[in-house]
C-alpha cells in the first residue's frame, strides 16, 4: 500500500480532469481526493496498491481529452490520514 500527493499543472481546470481523475480512481479501486487549487493546478490525494497508483501517476500525464498537461509532480504522502472511497473536493 502506497499513498501520494500528485500536483497536476497546465489547462487542468475546466477541461473534465477532476472528473476523469474520479473514474479512474473508482474504477481500479484507488481511495482519496482530487480538487482544484487556486493557482491553477489539480491536487490528488490517493492511496492504493504500488503498481495502480503508478498507472494513475502515469495516466495524470495525459489526463481528460481537453487537458493539456504541463508538469506531474508525485510525492509520498505516507503517514497522512487515508480516505474511504474516492471523491471530488472543494477547491483549496
Known amino acids: 500500500m502506497v499513498t501520494q500527493r500528485i500536483l497536476v499543472s497546465g489547462r ?50 495525459e489526463g481528460s481529452p481537453l487537458a493539456r498537461v504541463e508538469h506531474v509532480e508525485a510525492y509520498s504522502a505516507e503517514g497522512e490520514k487515508q480516505t474511504k472511497g474516492f471523491t471530488k473536493r472543494f477547491t483549496a
Open 12 to 61: 487542468v481546470q475546466g477541461v473534465g480532469y477532476r472528473d476523469w481523475v474520479v473514474r479512474t480512481a473508482q474504477r481500479t479501486g484507488l481511495t482519496g481526493w482530487v480538487r482544484n487549487v487556486r493557482d491553477g493546478r489539480v491536487e490528488i490525494f490517493v492511496s492504493g496498491d504500488d503498481e495502480t497508483v503508478a498507472k494513475l501517476v502515469e495516466g495524470c500525464h
